[in-house]
């Protein structure tokens, strides 16, 4: 299942790629940006998760919500 590690270990790719050579820079934007997207859905997603007790729905894995919660306060 793709979850956050998924798309921290994409985002590195493409960062790879660019130096390279081997994607083109507006390419590599548009994936950015759609990686921010993501970012911003599991912000609210663990947002969700504080305040409800629920699991969310595994695109954060293994993140005890309330330890974050616990760090921020």
């Known amino acids: 299942m793709r979850d956050i590690n998924y798309l921290r270990e994409s985002l590195l790719n493409v960062m790879d790629m660019l130096a390279e050579d081997k994607i083109s820079v507006d390419r590599a934007k548009a ?7 993501l970012v911003n859905s599991a912000k609210v ?4 998760m504080k305040h409800t007790d629920a ?8 993140i005890n919500v309330k330890q974050i919660g616990a760090k921020n306060e």
């Open 31 to 37: 994936i950015c940006e759609i990686g921010q997207v």
């Open 45 to 48: 997603e663990v947002d969700m």
């Open 55 to 62: 699991d969310g729905s595994g695109f954060m894995r293994n």
